[in-house]
T-cell receptor, first 111, second 117 residues
Framework: KNEVEQSPQNLTAQEGEFITINCSYS?????LHWLQQHPGGGIVSLFM?????KKHGRLIATINIQEKHSSLHITASHPRDSAVYIC?????????????WGAGTKLIIKP | NAGVTQTPKFQVLKTGQSMTLQCAQD?????MSWYRQDPGMGLRLIHY???????DQGEVPNGYNVSRSTTEDFPLRLLSAAPSQTSVYFC????????????????FGNGTRLTVT
């Protein structure tokens, strides 16, 4: 079992829909990151959070430390939101801090 | 404000050739790292550095060397390229609070697409 699991793996939705991408983890964490990668493009950090909720524009990230779960929401989705969304957690393992990566969720928003 | 600059963007090598991928950041970040990204797989850590003069191996270090002589630069060297090293390479940096390098946002370069024939 992977230590960081994202769901769904792939998601196709219509423009305007509310999008939720989930990230579950099985290790203790110091921080959780959400990143975005457009096709053929670079990787951009969207959020880093260790508790509660953060909002930036139409993007909202939440984390529940007790349940070891985070969600990334996109309101009023737009075709330009089409990208791979990646969850990663910073965790202390074997006395070293490591960044453990999820496999990513590929999102396609159709006009 | 350049952020993280990676060069080159594209490179084609023949098996056995050597090359250096360059990475520079202008944010005075202590932490720098190199990842490779292969189709259908997540990012895999090759090498990382928590400060000038300090480097360490990641998940997939074989076939790669790094050095960190300055805070700004973190080059990745392929000494003898192999087809298995065909991949997209990303350099990333972040501020380190002295405890964990992963409690700050990561800044990525635009990637280098390497093909080894």
């Amino acid at each position: 079992k992977n230590e960081v699991e994202q769901s769904p793996q792939n998601l196709t939705a219509q423009e305007g829909e509310f999008i939720t991408i989930n990230c579950s983890y099985s290790v203790g964490i110091s921080a959780l990151h959400w990143l975005q990668q457009h096709p053929g493009g670079g990787i951009v950090s969207l959020f880093m959070l260790s508790s509660g909720k953060k909002k930036h524009g139409r993007l909202i990230a939440t984390i529940n430390i007790q349940e070891k779960h985070s969600s990334l929401h996109i309101t009023a989705s737009h075709p330009r939101d089409s990208a791979v969304y990646i969850c990663a957690v910073g965790s202390r393992m074997d006395s070293n801090y490591q960044l453990i990566w999820g496999a990513g969720t590929k999102l396609i928003i159709k006009p | 404000n350049a952020g993280v600059t990676q060069t080159p963007k594209f490179q084609v090598l023949k098996t056995g050739q050597s090359m250096t991928l360059q990475c520079a950041q202008d944010m005075n970040h202590e932490y720098m790292s190199w990842y490779r990204q292969d189709p259908g797989m997540g990012l895999r850590l090759i090498h990382y550095s928590v400060g000038a003069g300090i480097t360490d191996q990641g998940e997939v270090p074989n076939g790669y060397n790094v050095s960190r002589s300055t805070t700004e630069d973190f080059p990745l060297r392929l000494l003898s390229a192999a087809p298995s090293q065909t991949s997209v390479y990303f350099c990333a940096s972040s501020y380190s609070n002295g405890v964990s390098s992963y409690n700050s946002p990561l800044h990525f370069g635009n990637g280098t697409r390497l093909t080894v024939t």
